[in-house]
């Protein structure tokens, strides 16, 4: 009997993922899974992460609520990633960037891929909403083989920029919210539960965060049949993707709230698992409340204005204020605000990401081009060297002298010194800044 032929698999896709924060760890992680083109002969894919050193490193807390296992996970400086780039072997390098550190990136692996006949594709994106910045975040991130846009809306306005600045808007692919998901509203719970979703940095006024906090705790005592919960971004001492100068953990302290209110923390999916009334100014949350269908409230109380981020919401029957929800208000989400918003509220979530996968089987199948970001030394002359600069770069992407790279993980003393540093940073944005501000109104 001739011996039966072992089973053959090609080794899986090695994708790479650099974040800043917490969030964006959470959007590149989950994206890659989202987006890898899987072959039935391929192992699972690999992944490795790699977390940008700076003020809002996420903590282990802070990873584990992602709950997105990596194969590894290290904290880099921009000048050891692009060291790892060069000499570590990767199908596909997701940057889970603000804009300036995606355009360093493009630049420092376009230095370091030069003279290959063969690169891993680049893909970037956004976490959420964009409702500031267009212009100067998409140009920053242009050069990338892919930009993700998370809706129809985004991906026309994405592509209207780069055609009117003369750039190439090939790479701009529609995808949807990598994070939704979870099971469709399906009625009130017992008890009725509302959730308020904070944001870190917005508002950022410690009277407009008192006042929301004071009408969330009306709320509870006036409803007294409800359990009201504040979901809260990060524990006192972690940073997430913005500043929070004033943590509602601590403004809470000085109010009395009732026993139907609390304060929780954890996976926001599980959190709306029990949510019957998503409550909020602007935050991405919205929307994934809106894909599972859950009654969604943006906030007027504050004014729908352009720096809270609300007015992405005008047209999607959300806006609403604490008024109207102590008085009963439900709202209905506009179906064709939702559907524009890549919240595919109507069952199309699993077909969203196929032109992405397709597009990157295809950049996978063949040579890929030098990466080519609008901004040079050419273009931009005054802008691009002090951007580089900042991730200890120059004007061709070669490291500056003396940049921060280390080749082995860092002693007991470095860390005990980048512990204080952080300490002091999170002491200085939370205490003495806001005290030097209420000095100055004095």
Not at 20 to 45: E, F, M, N, V, Y
Not at 353 to 358: I, L, N
Not at 370 to 399: K, M, N, Q, V
Request: contains cysteine; neutral net charge.
């Amino acid at each position: 009997m001739p011996a039966s032929t072992p089973a053959t698999t090609t080794p899986p896709l090695r994708i790479a993922v650099l974040a800043d924060s917490d969030t964006r760890w959470k959007w590149g992680a989950l994206t890659a899974h989202r987006i890898a083109p899987r072959d039935p002969a391929q192992d699972a894919l690999s992944l490795s992460g790699f977390l940008l050193r700076g003020r809002a490193t996420p903590t282990p807390r802070q990873l584990a609520e992602v709950g997105v296992e990596a194969e590894s996970l290290r904290e880099v400086t921009s000048v050891e990633f692009l060291r790892a780039m060069a000499e570590e072997p990767y199908d596909i390098v997701v940057l889970a960037l603000v804009g300036g550190g995606v355009q360093a990136m493009l630049h420092g692996l376009k230095r370091v891929w030069e003279g290959r006949s063969a690169r891993p594709v680049v893909v970037t994106g956004y976490v959420g909403v964009v409702y500031e910045k267009l212009a100067d975040g998409l140009l920053l991130r242009h050069g990338a083989d892919l930009v993700l846009a998370n809706s129809r809306q985004d991906a026309e306005r994405f592509r209207s920029v780069y055609e009117g600045v003369g750039a190439d808007a090939s790479a701009v692919t529609e995808v949807a919210l990598p994070f939704l998901g979870g099971a469709a509203y399906e009625g009130e719970h017992d008890p009725y539960t509302v959730v308020f979703a904070v944001q870190p940095s917005v508002p950022d006024s410690r009277r407009d965060r008192t006042y929301l906090l004071d009408r969330l705790i009306k709320h509870a005592r006036l409803h007294p049949e409800r359990e009201v919960l504040l979901k809260l971004r990060s524990k006192p001492g972690e940073h997430t993707t913005h500043i929070e100068e004033q943590p509602y953990q601590k403004l809470v302290q000085r109010l009395a709230p009732p026993a139907n209110f609390r304060l929780v923390y954890g996976n926001m999916g599980e959190v709306l698992d029990r949510t019957d009334l998503l409550v909020t100014i602007s935050s991405t949350a919205a929307l994934e409340s809106l894909h599972r269908r859950i009654p969604t409230v943006v906030l007027t109380d504050l004014g729908v204005r352009e720096v809270l981020g609300n007015h992405h919401f005008v047209g999607s029957g959300c806006l609403a204020s604490w008024d109207q929800l102590d008085d009963g208000y439900r709202p209905v989400a506009d179906a064709e605000w939702v559907a524009r918003q890549g919240v595919a509220a109507d069952g199309s979530y699993a077909t969203a990401f196929d032109a992405a996968r397709e597009r990157l089987a295809k950049f996978l199948s063949g040579a890929l081009p030098p990466l080519t970001p609008y901004y040079t030394p050419a273009t931009a002359p005054g802008y691009l060297p002090g951007i580089l600069a900042r991730h200890h770069l120059g004007p061709d992407g070669s490291p500056l002298p003396g940049a921060p790279a280390a080749d082995k993980e860092p002693g007991p003393v470095r860390q005990i010194v980048r512990r204080a540093a952080r300490g002091a940073y999170r002491h200085g944005v939370q205490r003495v800044a806001p005290a030097i501000r209420r000095m100055g109104e004095l």
